[in-house]
């Protein structure tokens, strides 16, 4: 099994800063693409950073500028700067990653528990 692992979510005040992190533990042969999505109460689940596996990033939206993904391929590993951040950043942070299970034929997409991040007023 493949489990994923956020922290760093929490309250902040606008214009604050937050760093997420997503840890990829359990039978994994190897990771390719790795992301973060986010759901508001009331929206639909967007993508916020992409990072693939040579490390080129992607920002679908206004997260750009303000958000920056990155990754440590040896640990497994994705992090989510986030910077200045508004109160309609507010919402459930998910890490999302495409993995190769350890017995090397099975694909699997994994989904983390998610992780809160509230930007107060």
């Known amino acids: 099994q493949v489990q994923l692992v956020e922290s760093g979510g929490g309250l902040v005040e606008a214009g604050g800063s937050l760093r997420l992190s997503c840890a990829a533990s359990g039978s994994i042969f190897s990771i390719n693409a790795m992301a973060w999505y986010r759901q508001a109460p009331g929206k639909q689940r967007e993508l916020v950073a992409t990072?693939?596996?040579?490390?080129?990033?992607a920002y679908p939206f206004s997260a750009k500028g303000r958000f920056t993904i990155s990754r440590d391929n040896a640990k497994n590993t994705v992090d989510l700067q986030m910077n200045s951040l508004k109160p309609e950043d507010t919402a459930v942070y998910y890490c999302?990653?495409?993995?190769?299970?350890?017995?090397?034929?099975?694909?699997?997409?994994?989904w983390g528990q998610g992780t809160l991040v509230t930007v107060s007023s």
């Open positions: 999302n990653v495409h993995v190769t299970s350890d017995d090397k034929y099975t694909f699997l997409e994994v």
């Open positions: 990072i693939t596996s040579s490390g080129i990033t």
